[in-house]
């Protein structure tokens, strides 16, 4: 039998000179940055887990003599002490990946309901499981991995509550992949969980995309159960949501005296300049031309 030097998570990312580090308890991986990173793990086992998304390229796993190939808009969670290792990867291969410690994944184990996802993380699931997500979800995924490193990296006084609550919202969206046909979720107590992965699709996509269907379908739920959710959670529409970050995002942009009113328009999604002046009347009582002036003084 082979020996496994088994490694700890901070083990790992020194050795590996991992810079996106959050303590002991997880680290953000990317292809984007510079790092010397085991292209094959023969003789290592992970005491940590490893959410790896393949955004370009290919690489396989092994594990048990089986091989598992991972290609773009691939998703893979290795769970700890698996002996899983990595069988080959192309050379324009572009990831993702997030390192969480057992003891700080345990946090967020009471919030998972997926059947698939609960054998995976308690290892009743001999194999390991590909979820295939596409472009779209990939991107959005990978948007939220993102988001979670730059976080590590950015002093913060609530950064351990913003990095927490990245990595939540990370581990909602992989635990609702398992509703690939719109089935709503059994457990209502993730209407909370749901808006918060909602309102980053929409912080993310609010310029351009303001249809309920949209988001529905990024989350992978229907149209009437995200309605319900957003509503019952915060007394208000996801369309009244939205509404309200075009309404504030053009407040912010009139501010800006080097854009024109038709340029405001056209990063905002509407058609023309008259449909985003009837717009910001009807919710502000002035035109943009008269919100500009009086922002800028000239009004009393």
Do not use: W
């Amino acid at each position: 039998m082979t020996h496994r030097e088994l490694l700890t998570l901070p083990e790992f990312t020194n050795r590996f000179q991992i810079e996106h580090v959050f303590g002991a308890d997880a680290a953000y991986v990317s292809s984007d940055h510079a790092m010397t990173y085991p292209s094959h793990q023969d003789r290592l086992g992970l005491s940590f887990y490893s959410i790896l998304l393949v955004r370009d390229g290919g690489i396989t796993y092994r594990q048990d003599g089986a091989d598992y190939p991972l290609s773009a808009g691939d998703l893979i969670i290795v769970p700890p002490y698996k002996g899983v290792r990595v069988a080959g990867q192309t050379a324009d291969l572009k990831y993702s990946s997030l390192l969480l410690d057992t003891a700080y994944f345990d946090q967020f184990r009471p919030h998972i309901s997926s059947p698939a996802l609960t054998d995976i993380i308690s290892s009743k699931s001999g194999g390991l499981r590909i979820y295939h997500l596409g472009p779209s979800r990939g991107a959005d995924l990978d948007d939220l991995l993102t988001q979670v490193g730059r976080s590590i990296q950015q002093p913060h006084i609530y950064k351990d509550d913003i990095v927490r609550s990245l990595i939540h919202v990370c581990m909602m969206y992989i635990d609702g992949l398992q509703y690939e046909t719109h089935a709503e979720p059994r457990d209502y107590r993730h209407k909370e969980d749901l808006y918060k992965i909602f309102l980053h699709l929409a912080r993310t996509h609010f310029r351009k995309e303001r249809q309920l269907k949209f988001y529905a379908d990024r989350m992978n739920i229907t149209t009437t159960y995200l309605s319900r959710a957003v509503k019952e959670v915060t007394g208000s529409t996801v369309n009244e949501h939205l509404a309200c970050m075009v309404y504030n995002e053009a407040c912010k942009l009139l501010h800006d005296h080097e854009r024109s009113i038709g340029e405001i328009s056209y990063s905002l999604g509407f058609n023309d300049q008259s449909a985003f002046t009837s717009y910001f009347k009807q919710r502000s009582g002035m035109t943009p031309v008269s919100y500009r002036k009086k922002a800028a003084g000239n009004i009393q």
